[in-house]
């Protein structure tokens, strides 16, 4: 059994900063990679970042310049700088850890960009 908890969700003004964290926890081998998605309303979950083991990174198009993903492997856990935020960027980040051949996701964080 794995479980991801996030944390830093918040209310944050345009143009404004935000750090969310995942920590992965529990019967974990052979991470190939971990991420974040989210989900606005309305919308489909989306790729965000991703990072692999050799420190390969994918961004999605909307990101890229402004948010930066990052892992520390002895802790498990994986972050999510997001900086100039948008208010585009309100929606709901998901953690995402693929191993042994199975993904597994977190319940989830609020982030809103709103004035």
């Known amino acids: 059994q794995v479980q991801l908890v996030e944390s830093g969700g918040a209310l944050v003004q345009p143009g404004g900063s935000l750090t969310l964290s995942c920590a992965a926890s529990?019967?974990?081998?052979?991470?190939?990679?971990m991420g974040w998605y989210r989900q606005a309303p309305g919308k489909l979950r989306a790729l965000v970042a991703t990072?692999?083991?050799?420190?390969?990174?994918n961004y999605a198009d909307s990101v890229k310049g402004r948010f930066t993903i990052s892992r520390d492997n002895a802790k498990n856990t994986v972050y999510l700088q997001m900086n100039s935020l948008k208010p585009e960027d309100t929606a709901v980040y998901y953690c995402n850890l693929f191993a042994a051949g199975r993904y597994y996701w977190g319940q989830g964080t609020q982030v809103t960009v709103s004035s």
């Open positions: 990072q692999g083991n050799g420190g390969s990174t």
């Open positions: 529990g019967s974990i081998f052979s991470i190939n990679s």
